[in-house]
């Protein structure tokens, strides 16, 4: 479920799906990944305006920051073993 309001970059808690499309607010950004079908129907409006609201809270608050880097680097996800897994 979509929270009323969606403060982006605030926390690292935040996360939740629209159909298959999740969202997850980080405090460096926010990250989609899966799939969002914006069907020609109300169902697909209602998705396309909470993807919408995501999108703008996301521009609002990138063009509040006055010291917004050029970029940031980005830490890759770490590859450990699997302790449960035997081979």
Do not use: C, H, W
């Amino acid at each position: 479920m979509t929270p009323i309001s969606f403060m982006a970059y605030e926390n690292e808690t935040d996360s939740f799906l629209i159909e298959n499309l999740t969202v997850e607010n980080r405090l460096d950004r926010i990250s989609l990944y899966g799939s969002l079908d914006i069907t020609k129907d109300r169902i697909g409006l209602e998705r396309a305006l909470k993807l919408k609201r995501i999108i703008d809270a996301s521009i609002e608050a990138l063009k509040r920051d006055k010291q917004l880097p050029e970029s940031i680097e980005t830490d890759s996800a770490e590859t450990i073993e699997n302790p449960f897994y035997e081979s």
